[in-house]
């Protein structure tokens, strides 16, 4: 009985990732010649009422969240059919006017190019696979630099330091219920951080 949670937790989580998977190439094809019509933004809206799941947690929540915005005053108008292209975009890492390419990726990561408050006496979780070393050594490289490594991401900490070896499909790893958990705490408001792990050591190098 004591498993039967987490089993259901792990099936849950299954589901999840083959929703968002399935999320990722809708967008992908209605993203691709660059256009953006009523007909496409109702059949998104369809599915995401259809798989609720996948509202649960970013990228469907912010998905769910903008075509809501769109659709609220049944009219949409050329700024919020601009706007709502340009968020899919983003959304799938891809802008196929431009590049003549669909990148394979699940959804981009919005990366703070600089921090918004001081490294120095920061909480900081890290994910991911590290260029610089191993975990134990970039949280060394933390201390040092006076930040505080916690394990988990929650409220209290101010950034979540990605490593650069990093897979496109990250929203499938062990490492991106970490960045997912990130995502989702910008969407409630809490101002947490995301930087590349080149950008973060960038930082504590001018520190």
Not at 14 to 22: T, Y
Not at 44 to 60: D, R
Request: net charge negative; glycine share 6%.
């Amino acid at each position: 009985m004591a498993q039967e949670p987490a089993i259901q937790s792990v099936l849950a989580h299954r589901q999840f990732v083959k929703s968002a998977q399935v999320l990722s190439g809708i967008i992908t094809g209605i993203v691709a010649d660059g256009q953006l019509h009523d007909m496409e933004i109702q059949m998104l809206s369809t599915w995401i009422s259809a798989n609720p799941e996948v509202a649960q947690s970013w990228p469907g929540s912010a998905v769910a969240r903008y075509l809501a915005e769109a659709m609220a005053d049944g009219v949409i108008t050329p700024e919020e059919r601009a706007h709502l292209l340009q968020t899919l975009q983003q959304l799938v890492g891809s802008d196929f006017a431009e590049s003549g390419a669909v990148e394979p990726e699940v959804a981009a990561l919005p990366f703070d190019e600089t921090a918004a408050t001081p490294l120095q006496n920061s909480r900081i979780c890290l994910t991911g696979e590290f260029v610089y070393g191993t975990r134990s050594a970039c949280e060394r490289l933390a201390e040092k630099a006076g930040c505080t490594p916690v394990a988990a991401v929650s409220k209290k900490v101010h950034y979540l330091i990605v490593g650069t070896n990093i897979s496109p499909q990250w929203v499938n790893t062990s490492y991106g219920t970490k960045i997912l958990r990130a995502m989702e705490l910008r969407e409630e408001g809490h101002q947490i951080g995301i930087l590349r792990e080149r950008d973060w050591l960038n930082l504590l190098q001018q520190s």
